[in-house]
């Protein structure tokens, strides 16, 4: 069974910071591409930021300069460093990442797996 975990979400003042963190567990062989998403109520979920094994990244134009994903493979974590927040980055961040896993007949399958959540609130 593989887990994905959020946490770091809050209410924070437009122009401050959040830091996103997202752990993986379970019978995990291999983290493949990680990546952080968003969705705001009433709208599509939207991709954030993506991030390789190796450690290439791609970021949506709205976020550009303005936030940072990393990632720890020992650790099997995913981090985004949010910082110039603004209102409308205010939305659910959901973490995602393709890992492949053992089962229990001893198999290994890869799938993609997604976290709970976590509110992320830019408001005065």
């Known amino acids: 069974q593989v887990q994905l975990v959020e946490s770091g979400g809050g209410l924070v003042q437009p122009g401050g910071s959040l830091r996103l963190s997202c752990a993986a567990s379970?019978?995990?062989?291999?983290?493949?591409?990680m990546a952080w998403y968003r969705q705001a109520p009433g709208k599509q979920r939207d991709l954030v930021a993506t991030?390789?094994?190796?450690?290439?990244?791609g970021y949506a134009n709205s976020v550009k300069g303005r936030f940072t994903i990393s990632r720890d493979n020992a650790k099997k974590t995913v981090h985004l460093q949010m910082n110039s927040l603004k209102p409308e980055d205010s939305a659910v961040y959901f973490c995602?990442?393709?890992?492949?896993?053992?089962?229990?007949?001893?198999?290994?399958?890869?799938?993609?797996?997604w976290g709970q959540g976590t509110q992320v609130t830019v408001s005065s």
């Open positions: 379970g019978s995990i062989v291999s983290v493949a591409a």
């Open positions: 991030i390789t094994r190796s450690g290439s990244t």
């Open positions: 995602s990442a393709n890992i492949i896993s053992r089962t229990n007949d001893g198999t290994y399958s890869a799938s993609d797996y």
